[in-house]
């Protein structure tokens, strides 16, 4: 129910909260200029270019620093309505701290809603485009064919590495396929110093295949592998891209394609649960500015505290990104890691103090 104390948290919020994103969004943007001056001005780009450059990572910036800037609003908000006794005012009349938290911490549950279909959408379109301006027009580089180097999947009893494979030309070379038999043992290796690949039809030229059991050397014009393997489904490593730059979607269906390959698949996976988890990070620094709150009433001590907690849990979030992505932890654990420390953290300090 949206009360009248409801309203009036929410206006507050949503007044403290601008302020503080539009300054954020200056900074960054003040900082990203002058980092990339002189490469801009270098490049010769017209000066719509690069506005329109600064213009697309807007989304982006705000998808990135929500969390943190939802946080001081909060905890701003917060501290005023203890410095004006606002907070007194409500004890009087029956009106404990968890109710206003409660209100705080639904509001940020819509809010992440919110910021994760803003960030699938608004924020990959931004940082695409603003991708494409950095690499085509400032640094002039020929990203329309970019290649693959180290590729190897498993389909069935077949493993199949290759040097460098093009993905959009269907296209690779220096291949090595290993056609195992049904005990995994190697039946037959073979290589080819080019290939052309399409869905179920691997074409290898001038293939050498050597058949361990029967001690055979086969040297031939071409060679037919039957693989349902879609060389085009590998496509998103080559772009070079970083697997956060694509939707939930796009990252689920190529999880899904590599899954069925065999390939290792834990940095995409990774990327696919932290994506919700970061923005769901929204949430725990409610409940983190609402924790710290019950401790500190001084507002300049509670905004530089905020401060540290935000480096803290950046901190922790990068680590279990990093420990998912190289397969030592399980990526949903590696993403979600922060969010269940400092939620825990969190909501134990709230009820503690409620109880006291």
Same mark, same amino acid.
């Given at each position: 129910?949206?009360?009248?104390?409801?309203?009036?948290?929410?206006?507050?919020?949503?007044?403290?909260?601008?302020?503080?994103?539009?300054?954020?969004?200056?900074?960054?943007?003040?900082?990203?200029?002058?980092?990339?001056?002189?490469?801009?001005?270098?490049?010769?780009?017209?000066?719509?270019?690069?506005?329109?450059?600064?213009?697309?990572?807007?989304?982006?910036?705000?998808?990135?620093?929500?969390?943190?800037?939802?946080?001081?609003?909060?905890?701003?908000?917060?501290?005023?309505?203890?410095?004006?006794?606002?907070?007194?005012?409500?004890?009087?009349?029956?009106?404990?701290?968890?109710?206003?938290?409660?209100?705080?911490?639904?509001?940020?549950?819509?809010?992440?809603?919110?910021?994760?279909?803003?960030?699938?959408?608004?924020?990959?379109?931004?940082?695409?485009?603003?991708?494409?301006?950095?690499?085509?027009?400032?640094?002039?580089?020929?990203?329309?064919?970019?290649?693959?180097?180290?590729?190897?999947?498993?389909?069935?009893?077949?493993?199949?590495?290759?040097?460098?494979?093009?993905?959009?030309?269907?296209?690779?070379?220096?291949?090595?396929?290993?056609?195992?038999?049904?005990?995994?043992?190697?039946?037959?290796?073979?290589?080819?110093?080019?290939?052309?690949?399409?869905?179920?039809?691997?074409?290898?030229?001038?293939?050498?295949?050597?058949?361990?059991?029967?001690?055979?050397?086969?040297?031939?014009?071409?060679?037919?592998?039957?693989?349902?393997?879609?060389?085009?489904?590998?496509?998103?490593?080559?772009?070079?891209?970083?697997?956060?730059?694509?939707?939930?979607?796009?990252?689920?269906?190529?999880?899904?394609?590599?899954?069925?390959?065999?390939?290792?698949?834990?940095?995409?996976?990774?990327?696919?649960?932290?994506?919700?988890?970061? +923005?769901?990070?929204?949430?725990?620094?409610?409940?983190?500015?609402?924790?710290?709150?019950?401790?500190?009433?001084?507002?300049? +001590?509670?905004?530089?505290?905020?401060?540290?907690?935000?480096?803290?849990?950046?901190?922790?979030?990068?680590?279990?990104?990093?420990?998912?992505?190289?397969?030592?932890?399980?990526?949903?654990?590696?993403?979600?890691?922060?969010?269940?420390?400092?939620?825990?953290?969190?909501?134990?300090?709230?009820?503690?103090?409620?109880?006291?």
């Amino acid at each position: 129910m949206f009360t009248i104390l409801n309203r009036y948290l929410f206006k507050q919020n949503l007044f403290l909260m601008l302020i503080i994103l539009f300054s954020g969004i200056a900074i960054y943007l003040i900082v990203d200029f002058l980092t990339r001056m002189n490469a801009i001005v270098d490049s010769g780009i017209p000066m719509g270019t690069a506005l329109m450059y600064f213009l697309y990572k807007i989304p982006l910036i705000i998808a990135q620093i929500m969390p943190a800037i939802f946080m001081l609003a909060v905890i701003v908000q917060v501290a005023l309505m203890f410095q004006s006794n606002e907070m007194v005012a409500l004890e009087t009349n029956s009106i404990s701290f968890v109710r206003p938290a409660g209100f705080f911490i639904v509001y940020s549950l819509l809010f992440f809603i919110a910021l994760l279909f803003f960030s699938e959408t608004m924020g990959i379109k931004g940082y695409q485009e603003t991708k494409t301006i950095w690499d085509v027009d400032i640094r002039q580089r020929d990203v329309a064919d970019r290649g693959i180097e180290d590729l190897w999947f498993k389909e069935g009893q077949t493993i199949v590495f290759a040097e460098k494979a093009w993905p959009k030309r269907g296209e690779g070379r220096g291949i090595t396929v290993y056609q195992l038999d049904g005990s995994d043992r190697i039946r037959e290796v073979i290589q080819a110093g080019r290939f052309t690949a399409r869905p179920g039809e691997w074409i290898l030229e001038n293939p050498v295949i050597i058949r361990t059991h029967e001690f055979q050397k086969l040297e031939k014009d071409t060679h037919e592998l039957v693989l349902k393997t879609d060389l085009s489904s590998f496509s998103a490593m080559a772009s070079r891209l970083p697997y956060e730059s694509l939707s939930i979607f796009t990252l689920g269906g190529i999880i899904s394609d590599l899954r069925e390959s065999g390939s290792n698949v834990e940095r995409l996976a990774t990327a696919w649960h932290s994506k919700i988890a970061y +923005a769901f990070a929204l949430v725990v620094m409610t409940i983190l500015a609402l924790a710290l709150a019950t401790l500190i009433r001084n507002i300049y +001590a509670l905004v530089t505290l905020s401060l540290v907690i935000v480096f803290l849990y950046y901190t922790v979030y990068v680590f279990g990104v990093s420990y998912a992505e190289e397969g030592i932890i399980a990526p949903v654990l590696g993403a979600w890691l922060a969010n269940i420390v400092f939620g825990v953290l969190g909501l134990g300090q709230i009820l503690w103090s409620e109880r006291n």
